[in-house]
Each structure stands twice: as C-alpha cells, then as structure tokens.
C-alpha cells in the first residue's frame, strides 16, 4: 500500500510540475509573439527634443541675506567639529 500511494504521490507532482512548465513555456513565447507584432504595426512615435533654453544663471545674490548668515554659521560649525 505504501508503495503505491508514494508512486501516487509523485505522478501527482510529475503532472502537475509538467503542467506548469508546458504553461510558463507556452506564455513566455506568446508574450514574445504579441511584443513583435505591436512593435511592428503600432511603432513608438519620433520624439521630437524642444530645443533647450536655458535659464540665465542665477547670482549669489538671489539668497536673502539672513538665509545666507544661517547658511554661513552652519557651515562654520560643522567645519570647527
């Protein structure tokens, strides 16, 4: 009795296991199939790059002046530790 329920057992697994391989394998080569179809017929569009403007640069001036203490004094003590 034993040995039949363990040979059970294992054809139970061998399908199973079988079956999903043949499913997996089957889904990887349709996913391929349906990923060359769309890029052959539904092609991504030329983007086409706005030309770039670029801002002018800003000056150190643009920091307001008790933002710019602040900034200094930490600077400060982190380079006295």
Do not use: N
């Amino acid at each position: 009795m034993q040995d039949t329920l363990l040979q059970q057992g294992i054809d139970l697994m061998v399908y199973g296991m079988g079956t999903v391989i043949v499913f997996l394998t089957i889904l990887v080569i349709l996913t391929g199939i349906m990923s060359r179809l769309v890029l052959r017929y539904f092609p991504d569009p030329v983007a086409v790059e706005p030309k770039k403007s670029r801002a002018p640069a800003t000056t150190g001036a643009a920091v307001e002046p008790h933002i710019q203490r602040v900034i200094e004094e930490a600077i400060r003590q982190h380079r006295t530790r």
